[in-house]
């Protein structure tokens, strides 16, 4: 069996690549090549475009991992010939024309606060307890305090072709996740027929068990 070194990592909304580093950490303990994409989360097609240079720029396969938002993305950025499989962390995983607007119209949306000049923010009051409840109340705060402003519009764009349906996924579920609730996860995983673990963790569970975070991926990598 061939392992793929390349593993590709990308973010989801409210936040940044550096929420990776655990995950990064434990990777490239083991000898693999991780690459952290920083979106900018203005729309999903400049999102995917970033994506795809990174994948572009690669020496080889890769594993392609996503994270909330960071699922759609990779969905429409997979079907880059560079990708030999998916792995969705407490993520959406749409179909061909959904998108995070169309997936969080029912259950009901977590606690985005109104948009402001068309980017969106979650209500910093309640950050820790809907985002990072398993995480110290210091670094949650931090997270709160430093949000990545969020478009509109990236939460309106839609998948045209979702990758999964192409390639092998795998997909961890947060059990205590209160951003995409663990029934919608679930859902969502069982249509792509994706490969599934489940970890107790909140939406946050990249940051806060990254080791566990980390064996999924090398499992992706075989």
């Known amino acids: 069996m ?23 950490d434990e990777l490239t303990r083991n000898g693999l090549r991780v690459h952290i994409v920083q979106n900018p989360t203005l729309s999903l097609a400049d999102d995917v475009a970033v ?7 690669l020496d080889g396969p890769a594993v392609l991992v996503g994270h909330s938002y960071g ?7 997979g079907a880059h010939p560079n990708v030999t499989s998916l792995v969705y962390i407490a993520a959406f995983a749409p179909d061909k024309g959904e998108s995070v607007s169309t997936l969080i119209a029912d259950p009901p949306a977590p606690p985005i606060l109104p948009p402001q000049e068309g980017f969106l923010f979650l209500d910093r009051d309640t950050f820790a307890a809907s985002f990072a409840a398993d995480l110290p109340g210091q ?3 931090f997270m709160a305090d430093s949000q990545v402003p ?3 519009d990236a939460l309106g764009g839609s998948v045209t072709e979702p990758a999964w349906r192409h390639k092998p996924s795998w997909y961890l579920v ?13 859902m969502m995983a069982e249509r792509a027929g994706a490969k599934v673990v489940e970890v107790i963790g909140s939406h946050a569970v990249y ?7 980390a064996d999924l ?3 992706a990598a075989i």
């Open 51 to 57: 994506t795809r240079r990174v994948l572009d720029g």
């Open 139 to 141: 670094v949650a705060a």
């Open 150 to 152: 969020w478009g509109v």
């Open 174 to 186: 947060a059990t205590e996740d209160r951003m995409i609730p663990p029934p919608a996860q679930r």
């Open 217 to 219: 991926i090398r499992e």
């Open 207 to 213: 940051v806060s068990q990254p080791a566990a975070v």
């Open 2 to 24: 061939t392992t793929i070194r390349n593993i590709v990592l990308v973010h989801g909304g409210f936040v940044d690549g550096s929420g990776w580093r655990g995950v990064y």
């Open 71 to 77: 699922g759609v993305v990779i969905s429409e950025a």
